[in-house]
């Protein structure tokens, strides 16, 4: 299985702060590399897809960059809408694999 | 807008096989591959398994580490796809949610489409 390691495991930051999440996998996911976002009691939301192609909807302070096996997902101007968990996942092979979450919370 | 909607039981006990349905609407399950995940405090996100369309066939792939107790069918008269996850144990109480992704794997292998998540217990 390909591992997927995030850090940080969790951050503390403020409104309108730029905040970096990073997804290092443990071996070349071809850039199939996926990001997710969690609030509490909720299903996880597709931010993120293919490094850097923004989902439908998805307001465009997220962006995703990265390539091979190193992968950052940037929050700029955070909004207190966006304190959550944050999921990587690859979908370069079975089994499809998840990152650990980082948890964004309120400074 | 595509919507999904998982239902079963929320109590199992062990030893016992955990059966779970999810509706789709406003969109045929003809198309597109159809998974299960878990998220359970201990593990994370975990993908469980897909069922994928091929013309008029489906295939399915499953976690190898999940792979001798689970199966995933689909009905497409009734816009529905299923797992069951046999041989319970406590190990497999999570939160199972079905998703979506375009194709099973690859460059259109992400999730774009959840269902709201049903919470499952494995307790006698």
């Known amino acids: 299985d390909i591992q997927l390691a995030q850090s940080p495991s969790s951050l503390s930051a403020s409104v309108g702060d730029r905040v970096a999440i990073t997804c290092r996998a443990s071996?070349?996911?071809?850039?199939?590399l996926n990001w997710y976002q969690q609030r509490p009691g909720k299903a996880p939301r597709l931010l993120v897809y293919?490094?850097?192609s923004l989902q439908r909807g998805v307001p465009s302070r997220f962006r995703g960059s990265g390539s091979g096996t190193d992968f950052t997902l940037t929050i700029n101007s955070l909004q207190a809408e966006d304190f959550a968990s944050y999921y990587c996942?690859?979908?370069?092979?079975?089994?499809?694999?998840f990152g650990q979450g980082t948890r964004v919370e309120i400074k | 807008q595509v919507q999904l909607q998982e239902s079963g039981p929320g109590l199992v006990k062990p030893s016992e096989t955990l059966s779970l349905n999810c509706t789709v609407s406003?969109?045929?399950?003809?198309?597109?591959?159809w998974n299960w995940i878990r998220q359970s405090p201990g593990k994370g996100l975990e993908w469980i398994g897909y069922?994928?369309?091929?013309?008029?066939?489906?295939?399915?792939e499953y976690n190898p580490s999940l792979k001798s107790r689970v199966s995933v069918s689909a009905d497409t008269s009734r816009n529905v796809y299923s797992l069951k996850l046999r041989a319970l144990t406590a190990a497999d109480t999570a939160v199972y949610y079905c998703?979506?992704?375009?194709?099973?794997?690859?460059?259109?292998?992400?999730?774009?489409?959840w269902g709201q998540g049903i919470m499952v217990s494995v307790s006698s």
């Open positions: 069922f994928y369309f091929t013309g008029t066939t489906g295939t399915t």
């Open positions: 996942q690859q979908s370069y092979s079975v089994p499809q694999t």
């Open positions: 998703a979506r992704a375009p194709r099973p794997i690859g460059a259109a292998g992400h999730f774009d489409f």
């Open positions: 293919g490094v850097s």
């Open positions: 071996q070349n996911v071809n850039n199939y």
């Open positions: 406003a969109g045929s399950i003809g198309t597109f591959s």
